[in-house]
């Protein structure tokens, strides 16, 4: 399946089951604080992160803060 | 103990100045000059995760905890892209404080007042603690307290500018509108456009350029902390009133006469 992650795109397995959290893990932001995550414009709660499965053609956006005036 | 504290909704802070991250040369400068400048409460961005770049060092594991951090929407056009800007910072950060700027265009990084009083009423619906990013219209500015924002803040000039208060007697009208906190934010350029944010009744300043842009942000830093609290100290004596002519200050009476000419 083809998913896009900060406006690039990544592919997976179709039988992944992949969840946030394995996304998060992929990228070594699982145990980073401070991050937000979207799908389809949609924010996702921390606590939701483990049992959200991401779905084909989804686009998610992982934020963080940074400097900023 | 000092009683002259600036209250923000719910939050509240010794220090009168509120420093932007962004812009300096590296994180050891910007934490000395944060540091130096007194601040408790500093502002941040909220941006895509660079996927490819190292994950470490994030601004938060540089700030966290010792500063309150202040989340904005900058680089947001509509009310929608600042609302849910806004939405992020909160489960990122886990604060409700947002500064929120929903700006017209590019070039003048000027609010878009009809976005930005559609987005302050949405995020204030939400829970948020809303500092809203203003023009320097007191009408503006009172409708935006009146939606419920914690605290207003009119721009002196132009974001980055330095251009300092472009309308000093819009400063005085707000001032008088406003029972919220007025913070001067944007277009600072030196320290005495502190002072007169501050003599003009501002509850704060915000600013960012002008110290990471000094020639030594570290000293700049320190020269606003000395500036807003000095402006601040001049607003509560209160400035004797301004006179065309002279008025003597050593006192008249025993003046010995004139020499007469030879």
């Known amino acids: ?25 992929g990228f070594e932001l699982k145990e980073q604080r401070g991050i937000a995550v979207a799908i389809n414009d949609r ?8 049992q959200t499965q991401l779905a084909d053609g989804d686009i998610i956006e992982i934020i963080r803060a940074t400097q900023g005036g | 103990m000092n009683e002259d504290f600036l209250q923000v909704g719910p939050y509240r802070f010794q220090s009168r ?8 040369a590296n994180y ?11 601040t408790e409460l500093v502002t941040v961005a909220i941006r895509r995760v660079d996927l490819a770049a190292s994950k470490d060092f994030g601004v938060l594991d540089v700030l966290g905890g010792q500063y309150t951090l202040l989340p904005n929407t900058a680089g947001c056009f509509t009310a929608r892209d600042a ?25 003048t990084l000027l609010p878009d007042s009809e976005q930005l009083l559609i987005a ?33 803040m009119p721009l002196g000039s132009p974001i980055g500018s330095g251009m300092g208060i ?28 502190a002072v007169l944010a501050m003599e003009l009744g501002c509850d704060a300043v915000l600013l960012n350029t002008a110290i990471s842009g000094a020639k030594d942000p570290v000293a700049m830093a320190r020269a606003f902390r000395l500036a807003v609290e000095s402006g601040r100290a001049a607003y509560l004596a209160g400035r004797i009133p301004r006179r065309l002519y002279a008025e003597a200050s050593s006192p008249i009476v025993g003046m010995l006469p004139s020499l007469e000419e030879s």
Do not use: H
Not at chain 2, 28 to 38: A, D, H, I, K, N
Not at chain 2, 83 to 107: G, N
């Open chain 2, 120 to 152: 302050a009423r949405e995020l204030v619906a939400d829970g948020f603690v809303v500092m809203a990013y203003s023009n320097d219209d007191p009408v503006l500015c009172r409708k935006l307290q009146d939606i419920g924002c914690a605290a207003v």
């Open chain 2, 83 to 107: 609302v849910f800007t806004a939405q992020l910072a909160r489960e990122a950060l886990e604060t409700d404080l947002i500064k929120l700027e929903v700006i017209a265009d590019d070039q």
């Open chain 2, 17 to 24: 100045l509120l420093v932007g991250t962004a812009r300096f």
């Open chain 1, 1 to 25: 399946m083809n998913i896009q992650v900060n406006g690039q795109q990544q592919q997976f397995p179709n039988e992944s089951n992949l969840k946030v959290t394995d996304l998060l893990a």
């Open chain 1, 43 to 50: 924010i996702i709660p921390k606590s939701q992160w483990p």
């Open chain 2, 166 to 193: 472009r309308n000093p007697y819009n400063f005085q009208i707000i001032r008088e509108f406003l029972e919220v906190p007025m913070i001067l934010d944007a277009g600072v350029g030196t320290a005495s456009d």
């Open chain 2, 28 to 38: 050891q400068l910007m934490l000395e000059s944060v540091q130096e400048s007194g």
